[in-house]
């Protein structure tokens, strides 16, 4: 990508100053936000990685015709689903990660071939197949597209957070789905309520459908409605706009998780800061572009799978461990300043077994 490309933040961020429909509230989210790009290479690599994490073990055992049972392999998922949510806890209280929908949808539909799955079949981003004509129409729709994620720490609570979810370059302006993906990492109470959804192919809660895993039901996991009503449509049409939102985000939550809980375990190369120089005009002010970083992987393309495997291994044996309060650096200040408390908290998965770390003060 060119450090000149427009990116949906600029997008989206110019579109906060329109007069007909200004959002402060956005505004003011997106430039205290710790801003990240992902470049095409990471974004496929977050693919293998939610591959390698919810089939990869079934799909091997099927090329060597080994037996599967589905009951095992569903204990063994939703025990990797909680791992990740126990790890994934945002780098800085507001946090906005980019990426292109056409490197996403690619390898989305491409890591089927990869896996033989049928000769002339492809799955789309829910697993079902579809035929060439349809993955052709799905890849060539997402060409300039790019999604964005703008994540939150929820109020005070150190352990909750949610991702609402954007979408630029397919229509004159960017849209926003009107419900939001929340979860908490520990087995708090969320402190906003939960949106239900209809029942429908077997998916009967939010936790569910936003992990696309049939039987994850987890009480502090799912959707809440991050959108108001807007004059003139009906309560009927707002609900029907709610449900369809939630089913529009089916398995998000897999590839939010992934790439939190993975992103400190992964090589990437040193941060580049991209600053723009070119900027728009909006209320007779000059305002330029808003910074960020841009996340380049590492790992060469034949080695990613073999590297998935690893990374995922590292956070399936994490066993939970009681983490003390300690000074961390607000990004926004000079670096070493240390001028955020995080709180003592658990994490890791306490069905492992528990670790306890002892610190011994010494004087000399």
């Not at 959707?223 to 009503?229: D, E, M, P, Q």
């Not at 399936?316 to 000079?334: E, F, I, K, L, N």
Request: hydrophobic share 35%; glycine share 8%.
């Amino acid at each position: 990508m060119s450090d000149k490309s427009i990116l949906l933040i600029d997008e989206l961020y110019r579109y906060c100053f329109d007069k007909r429909e200004p959002n402060v509230e956005l505004r003011t989210s997106l430039q205290a936000a710790r801003r990240f790009v992902l470049d095409d290479g990471m974004t496929e690599f977050l693919i293998d990685l939610v591959w390698q994490n919810m089939f990869g073990r079934v799909l091997r055992q099927s090329r060597h015709g080994q037996p599967i049972k589905p009951a095992a392999v569903g204990k063994r998922t939703f025990r990797m689903l909680d791992n990740m949510r126990y790890f994934s806890r945002l780098p800085h209280r507001i946090t906005w990660f980019e990426f292109s929908a056409e490197a996403f949808t690619r390898r989305q539909l491409d890591i089927a071939v990869e896996n033989k799955i049928g000769a002339d079949t492809f799955v789309d981003a829910e697993g079902n197949r579809i035929d060439k004509k349809s993955h052709d129409e799905i890849l060539e729709s997402s060409k300039g597209v790019r999604y964005g994620w703008l994540m939150r720490q929820i109020g005070q609570s150190e352990t909750s957070f949610d991702c609402t979810s954007f979408t630029g370059g397919h229509g004159p302006h960017p849209t926003v789905a009107c419900c939001s993906t929340m979860w908490d990492t520990e087995t708090n109470v969320l402190p906003l309520r939960l949106e239900q959804p209809l029942a429908e192919r077997g998916y009967d809660s939010g936790s569910e459908l936003a992990t696309g895993m049939r039987g994850y039901k987890r009480d502090n996991v799912g959707f809440r409605i991050c959108g108001a009503r807007d004059h003139g449509v009906s309560l009927i049409e707002y609900r029907s706009d709610i449900q369809a939102s939630m089913r529009d985000q089916f398995g998000r939550l897999r590839y939010v998780w992934v790439l939190l809980s993975t992103l400190n375990k992964i090589p990437l190369t040193g941060e580049r800061v991209i600053k723009p120089s070119r900027g728009f005009l909006a209320r007779g002010t000059y305002r330029k572009f808003l910074e960020h970083t841009m996340i380049t992987l590492t790992v060469p393309q034949k080695q990613r799978a073999v590297f998935a495997r690893k990374v995922l291994g590292e956070i399936a044996r994490r066993r939970a461990h009681q983490v003390r309060g300690h000074w961390r650096d607000d990004w926004h200040q000079p670096k070493g300043n240390k001028a955020l408390w995080i709180a003592e908290h658990q994490r890791g998965d306490a069905s492992l077994g528990f670790v306890t770390h002892d610190y011994e003060v010494r004087h000399e």
